[in-house]
T-cell receptor, first 114, second 112 residues
């Protein structure tokens, strides 16, 4: 079976541009997580969905960041008016059940804002 | 606020040696602790998951221990191989919370 996939794998954006990052979780996985990983750092939690419900968005760094999962499967992380400090790898993970099961990570989208 | 620290930040050892990676966390009220491996340009691969009620988990040449009361975990790698070269991340899940809090990782390089 396919794992978690993310697209694009690489994105270069000019400062001020809007970007959209896509995550396709493992089929049937209820929970979906987004993390941001800056260079040389560990991943930091951004937001969490259970099915289509966004249960925790406390990690989103500003109101320029928005995530959705309208049908409880594919999720999109949108960043408006990108800034240089948004440059990072954005990781998506899914799990069968949030608390009990391990999270399976996608390869990430590497975003570079110039 | 839960904080996870990993020491050392980087480590180079000759092939064949046994090694230990360290992880510490500030709040002992965790649900579980997990060790991940991250290869350059790739996502994270879960290596071992230890529930809060457990003391250790083993998988092949890997052994992870957990001492909740002291806020520490170690990842032991036996008979290291060049293919073990990667960044190893320690992460804790906070009780009654879905977040995983990661350390910054240890970059491991096994010298052939």
């Amino acid at each position: 079976g396919a794992g978690v996939s993310q697209s694009p794998r690489y994105k270069v954006a000019k400062r001020g541009q809007d970007v959209a990052l896509r995550c396709d979780p493992i089929s049937g996985h209820v929970s979906l997580f987004w993390y941001q990983q800056a260079l040389g750092q560990g991943p930091e939690f951004l937001t969490y969905f259970q099915n289509e419900a966004q249960l925790d968005k406390s990690g989103l760094p500003s109101d320029r960041f928005f995530a959705e999962r309208p049908e409880g499967s594919v999720s999109t992380l949108k960043i408006q008016r990108t800034q240089q400090e948004d440059s990072a790898v954005y990781l998506c993970a899914s799990s069968l059940l949030a608390v009990v099961r391990t999270q399976y990570f996608g390869p990430g989208t590497r975003l570079l804002v110039l | 606020k839960q904080e996870v620290t990993q020491i050392p930040a980087a480590l180079s050892v000759p092939e064949g040696e046994n090694l230990v990676l360290n992880c510490s966390f500030t709040d002992s009220a965790i649900y579980n602790l997990q060790w991940f491996r991250q290869d350059p340009g790739k996502g994270l691969t879960s290596l071992l998951l230890i529930q809060s009620s457990q003391r250790e988990q083993t998988s092949g040449r890997l052994n992870a221990s957990l001492d909740k009361s002291s806020g520490r975990s170690t990842l032991y790698i036996a008979a290291s191989q060049p293919g073990d070269s990667a960044t190893y991340l320690c992460a804790v899940r906070v009780n009654r919370d879905d977040k995983i809090i990661f350390g910054k990782g240890t970059r491991l390089h096994i010298l052939p």
